[in-house]
């Protein structure tokens, strides 16, 4: 077969029994993490949780250089309504600690210190 990863069974396989990633069965099939994604979405094939210790990037530093370049490459970038609910959905039912949260928020504008609703003005 000169498209494996395009086989229900055997996509199944690799992930579930043999426990590969999506980007290792990409790479053993020569194409993109992407395409083991959306085979793997059209066939219904649920996908392991991506947090803690098994998320691929799980206690690693990123460069400064890294973290700069990625920052620099989302400055002003704006998402249509459909990318926005794509996005929201793919996110549906993940809870972020408030702190994480917070935090984020803090970097989004600029490092100003966050409220909760419960300290604004009346």
């Known amino acids: 077969m000169s498209k494996p990863y395009r086989d229900e069974e055997w996509l199944r396989e690799q992930y579930w029994e043999n426990g590969l990633t999506?980007?290792?069965i990409a790479k053993k099939c020569g194409v993109s993490a992407?395409?083991?994604?959306?085979?793997?979405?059209?066939?219904?094939?649920?996908r392991r949780e991506m947090a803690g210790?098994?998320?691929?990037?799980?206690d690693e530093e990123r460069e400064p250089s890294?973290?700069?370049a990625i920052s620099d490459a989302l400055t002003g970038r704006e998402f249509d309504e459909a990318v926005r609910e794509r996005m929201s959905d793919a996110h549906s039912g993940s809870e972020?600690?408030?702190?994480?949260r917070e935090k984020n928020i803090r970097v989004l504008v600029?490092?100003?210190e966050v409220r909760r609703d419960s300290e604004t003005d009346e």
Do not use: S
């Open 22 to 24: 999506q980007r290792e």
């Open 34 to 46: 992407r395409a083991t994604r959306n085979w793997m979405k059209k066939f219904g094939i649920e």
């Open 53 to 58: 210790e098994t998320h691929p990037l799980y």
């Open 66 to 68: 890294v973290r700069e």
């Open 96 to 100: 972020l600690p408030t702190e994480t």
């Open 110 to 112: 600029g490092g100003f």
